[in-house]
T-cell receptor
Framework: GQQLNQSPQSMFIQEGEDVSMNCTSSSIFNTWLWYKQEPGEGPVLLIALYKAGELTSNGRLTAQFGITRKDSFLNISASIPSDVGIYFCAGIGGTSYGKLTFGQGTILTVHP | GAGVSQTPSNKVTEKGKYVELRCDPISGHTALYWYRQSLGQGPEFLIYFQGTGAADDSGLPNDRFFAVRPEGSVSTLKIQRTERGDSAVYLC???????????FGPGTRLLVL
């Protein structure tokens, strides 16, 4: 099935560093979402974006909905060890009524 | 309050067997979704229910997969004649109604030997 192109696939960073990851698609999406998944758990919603150009923050996390509606990025500032996990972008398009299309995920490792 | 729960948490079966996976959504949520997540991949949509009816089953891979939600609450994903390629984590999510934020359960890890 269709998936979004998410990069990078993995990141190894030191505690305190900033992190950036992004997602692109060949299709337009009406909503962009960013989720975090930890081992043995389901994805947990971090940020939701509903309008092209929208920039939204949630604590140390900031995400933007691209102007073309075909991309989004997520930034994490001043990373901490509990930021470790897999981050997924997801999009909702057209009349899919909430059916999510996910990226492949970015594995984040933070060294203390 | 209680989140989405899924049972069993793990299921090991043999090729060719039948399995049922259960999802209990958050109370009052009318929309329920099933996704499948293979190792190293993001979840892939299988089917979506609004109430008791399957509003979109376009993600079901073939006719061995079937899901029901007879009373508009609990849902069961049924897989017939399982194959090794069916091994994955099966995630369930629910939302207050269609299009709203989806809350995911912990998933059922299915291993087909």
């Amino acid at each position: 099935g269709q998936q979004l192109n998410q990069s990078p696939q993995s990141m190894f960073i030191q505690e305190g560093e900033d992190v950036s990851m992004n997602c692109t698609s060949s299709s337009i999406f009406n909503t962009w979402l960013w989720y975090k998944q930890e081992p043995g758990e389901g994805p947990v919603l971090l940020i939701a974006l509903y309008k092209a150009g929208e920039l939204t923050s949630n604590g140390r996390l900031t995400a933007q909905f691209g102007i073309t509606r075909k991309d989004s990025f997520l930034n994490i500032s001043a990373s901490i060890p509990s930021d470790v996990g897999i981050y997924f972008c997801a999009g909702i398009g057209g009349t899919s009524y909430g059916k999510l299309t996910f990226g492949q995920g970015t594995i984040l490792t933070v060294h203390p | 309050g209680a989140g989405v729960s899924q049972t069993p948490s793990n299921k090991v079966t043999e090729k060719g067997k039948y399995v049922e996976l259960r999802c209990d959504p958050i109370s009052g949520h009318t929309a329920l979704y099933w996704y499948r997540q293979s190792l190293g991949q993001g979840p892939e949509f299988l089917i979506y229910f609004q109430g008791t009816g399957a509003a979109d089953d376009s993600g079901l891979p073939n006719d061995r997969f079937f899901a029901v939600r007879p009373e508009g609450s609990v849902s069961t994903l049924k897989i017939q004649r399982t194959e090794r390629g069916d091994s994955a984590v099966y995630l369930c999510a629910s939302s207050p109604t269609k299009g709203e934020t989806q809350y995911f359960g912990p998933g059922t890890r299915l291993l087909v030997l």
